[in-house]
Every structure is written in C-alpha cells, then in structure tokens.
C-alpha cells in the first residue's frame, strides 16, 4: 500500500475501539505526565508512549529531495529488488555508503560508487572492484530528472553519468525531544535506550519504532509497540491492584482450591 494509506488505516482501527485522536503536536512532557499541545490543552496521561521516529536527513545535492522515495533510495533490502538488473548508482555521503553498494551488487551488474565527499579506505577500494563496482572519483554536483525520472548523476566536471536508481545512506535523526527532555538516557550512538519492551530509564516512559532503533522497519515496530502496549498494560493494572489494596486497608487471602500460576503459566496466558 502507498506509505500515506498506513496511518489512515491505523486511525480507521483504532477509532474502532473507542480511542480519542488529537490532531496536535505536543510541546511538552512533564514528569507528571502532563501533555500540553501546541494548542494550548493540556492532558492528564499515567504513562506515555511515544512512536515519533526519525528524519532523513539528506545530502545538499541538488535534485535530491525531488528524487526521495522515487529513484532516490536508501536501504537495499526495501527497495533494491524493484530496480534490480537497473543502472544503480550509490553515493558517497556516509561511510556506510560502501556497504550499502557491496549490497547491492547482488541485485544489479551496472553499479558505479560514486565517491563525492567520501574517502575511501584502501581495504574498500579493493573490495569495490572486487565486487565488479565501478569507483568513480569526483564531487557529485546534482541529480538529473527527465520527465519526473532519473536521468542521471551529474559530476562537478560536467559529464553525467547515466543511472536509473540512486541509493544514499541518508543520517538518521531521531525525532526525540520529548523523550531528552524528561531525561531519558542515550546509548553511546545518542539513541535512547529502552529495555526489551521498550521501557526507557524515566518511570513511565515507553518508546518504541524508530525514535530509539534506526534499523525497525514497520513490522519490527509494529511488534516493538505490541510488546511495549502490553507491558504498559500489565504495569497499570499492577497499580491499580496495589491501590485498591491500599484503600481495603488488608490484604484479601485468595482461597487455598484456587491454584496460584507460576510465572511462565501467567506469561503464556
């Protein structure tokens, strides 16, 4: 389905269960887990989750942001198989860009690495030509469209160099503001660290998808936010039983016929 259909579909669902949607950006996160919005309202949360993810950022090449999502590309496991036995080219913006071309040369024959601002290792210039890829030296100074499509690569020199797909490793940004801002720990990359079901280092606090793991695709952050929505779940209800002990006064003893479930059985149900 088209990538804008997704969240469409996603909303039409949950409506169906009786979730109230808001059409607002949040300002802020409290440690009280008061959400204000952008327009001013302010809503009472227990716990919060947040699904914000990332942003491409893309290389200041002319015709770039025109191209992204079209002929301009960024993981081969998504998007190569579509453009396969096509001229490929893959530039050289980020250091895993050299990867990303040994990749892609099990998709396409007609690869050229165009190396741009990258300097390449002595081991990676081996490899390339190893791998039947073609390095070619140069700045990159745009890419070039005809009639909505990729025409070709165009070099600082003037010649261009014809290609029907352009792979960039684009430097991912995680869109998480919210999350530093109450304080949650980064791992040595500056990603936030969350446990296996997506807890974050602040009491109350989720993420999960993209915003603190670069490499989930859909389905893993779909499954990432599954496992956090039940561990959000089990937490509250955890609370509310220990409330409505507080509010008895006394502990009810359960009664001895009823088996107590062991901590796998209780996982499994």
Request: hydrophobic share 40%; charged share 25%.
């Amino acid at each position: 389905m088209a990538a804008a259909d997704l969240p469409a579909v996603g909303r039409a669902e949950v409506t169906g269960y009786g979730v109230d949607l808001f059409e607002s950006r949040v300002d802020e996160i409290d440690h009280s887990y008061f959400v204000r919005l952008d327009g001013g309202a302010v809503l009472r949360a227990r716990r919060v989750a947040l699904a914000t993810g990332l942003r491409d950022e893309l290389p200041a090449i002319p015709g770039a942001h025109e191209r992204w999502g079209k002929d301009l590309l960024s993981c081969p496991y998504c998007h190569a198989y579509e453009v396969r036995d096509q001229p490929i080219g893959v530039l050289g913006t980020h250091p895993g860009a050299v990867q990303h071309a040994l990749l892609l040369r099990q998709w396409s024959h007609d690869i050229l690495f165009f190396t741009h601002t990258l300097d390449l290792r002595t081991e990676e210039r081996e490899q390339l030509p190893a791998r039947g890829i073609t390095v070619v030296e140069g700045a990159v100074k745009r890419l070039v469209p005809e009639d909505d499509r990729l025409r070709g690569v165009e070099l600082t020199e003037g010649h261009v160099h014809p290609r029907r797909a352009v792979f960039v490793f684009p430097h991912m940004v995680p869109r998480d503001a919210l999350l530093t801002g109450l304080g949650c720990e980064r791992d040595q990359s500056g990603w936030v660290t969350t446990d296996s079901v997506g807890r974050t280092s602040v009491f109350g606090v989720w993420a999960v998808g993209n915003v603190s793991d670069a490499k989930a695709l859909v389905i893993t952050a779909a499954g990432q936010g599954a496992a956090a929505a039940f561990a959000l779940n089990h937490d509250l209800a955890a609370e509310d039983i220990e409330r409505a002990v507080e509010n008895t006064g006394s502990s009810p003893r359960m009664p001895q016929h009823v088996p107590q479930p062991t901590p796998q059985a209780a996982l499994s149900s």
